[in-house]
C-alpha cells in the first residue's frame, strides 16, 4: 500500500475555485491508478475523477465532467485536483485513492478497486 496525504480544501464562495492535492509515499507511486473520490452526509461514496498510471487516460463523474480536471505528477509523487466554478452540491469531504493497476492505461471509477485512502480533506461551498 501507499501512503496518502491531502491538502487543499476549504470554504469558497459558489462558482469559485479550489485545488487538492494528494502526496504519496512508501511506495512507487508510478504504479498505481489514481481518483479522487467525495461523500457528503447522508449520501454515497462518489468517484469524481480518475486517472491512469501514467496520466495518458482520465475519467470523470457527470456531476464534475467540465469543472473539474484531475492530473498527477509522478516525477513529485502528488495528484490534483483543480476544482472550477463550484456549485453548493460539491461541499464533501475529498478522499485521494491508489489503486495497484497492472497496464498503464487502467482508469478505476469503483471504490473496491483502489486499497489505499488518504484521510480526507473538507471541501464546503457556500451559495
Known amino acids: 500500500q501507499v501512503q496518502l496525504v491531502e491538502s487543499g480544501g476549504g470554504l469558497v464562495q459558489a462558482g469559485g475555485s479550489l485545488r487538492l492535492s494528494c502526496a504519496a509515499s512508501?511506495?512507487?507511486?508510478?504504479?498505481?491508478?489514481m481518483g479522487w473520490f467525495r461523500q457528503a452526509p447522508g449520501k454515497e461514496r462518489e468517484c469524481v475523477a480518475a486517472i491512469s498510471r501514467n496520466g495518458g487516460r482520465t475519467s470523470y463523474a457527470d456531476t464534475v465532467k467540465g469543472r473539474f480536471t484531475i492530473s498527477r505528477d509522478n516525477a513529485k509523487n502528488t495528484v490534483n485536483l483543480q476544482m472550477n466554478s463550484l456549485k453548493p452540491e460539491d461541499t464533501a469531504d475529498y478522499s485521494c485513492a491508489a489503486s495497484p493497476a497492472p497496464n498503464v492505461y487502467f482508469v478505476y471509477s469503483n471504490a473496491p478497486s483502489y486499497d489505499s485512502w488518504g484521510q480526507g480533506t473538507q471541501v464546503t461551498v457556500s451559495s
Open positions: 512508501g511506495r512507487t507511486f508510478s504504479g498505481y491508478a
